[in-house]
C-alpha cells in the first residue's frame, strides 16, 4: 500500500517562508518523478513543481519560479519543497504526488498515480 503524508504547512505572513515534506512508503520512492499540486478553495488543483527520480530534472509553474524549490532525498523516501517570498495567492492546500515513471515530470494531475492528503498553507497579508 502506497502512502504518501504531508507535513510542514501552516500560517505564515507575506514574505515568509515554509518547508513542506512529504514522506513515501509502499514503493520504491527512488523509481519515481515526484510532483507537488495546491488547490486553493473554489479553484481547480493545479500543479506547482515536479522532479525526476534523481532529481537531476525539474519543473515549475511560472507563479512560483524563482520562490520555490523541490528537492528529494532518496535515502529518507522525502520529497521537500522549499517555499520563500510567499504571497497571499499561495494559500491552498498542498498535495505531494507520486508519478507514474522515472522522469514523468507531467503538468496535469492525471500523471500522478498516488496522492497524499495535502498539508493547508495559509499566507496572511
Known amino acids: 500500500q502506497v502512502q504518501l503524508v504531508e507535513s510542514g504547512g501552516g500560517l505564515v505572513q507575506a514574505g515568509g517562508s515554509l518547508r513542506l515534506s512529504c514522506v513515501a512508503s509502499?514503493?520504491?520512492?527512488?523509481?519515481?518523478?515526484m510532483g507537488w499540486f495546491r488547490q486553493a478553495p473554489g479553484k481547480e488543483r493545479e500543479f506547482v513543481a515536479a522532479i525526476s527520480w534523481s532529481g537531476g530534472s525539474t519543473k515549475f509553474a511560472d507563479s512560483v519560479k524563482g520562490r520555490f524549490t523541490i528537492a528529494r532525498d532518496n535515502t529518507k523516501n522525502t520529497l521537500y519543497l522549499q517555499m520563500i517570498s510567499l504571497k497571499p495567492e499561495d494559500t491552498a492546500v498542498y498535495y505531494c504526488?507520486?508519478?507514474?515513471?522515472?522522469?514523468?515530470?507531467?503538468?496535469?494531475?492525471?500523471?500522478?498515480?498516488?496522492w497524499g492528503q495535502g498539508t493547508q498553507v495559509t499566507v496572511s497579508s
Open positions: 504526488a507520486s508519478a507514474y515513471s522515472a522522469y514523468g515530470l507531467g503538468y496535469h494531475p492525471g500523471a500522478y498515480e498516488y
Open positions: 509502499g514503493r520504491t520512492f527512488g523509481s519515481y518523478a
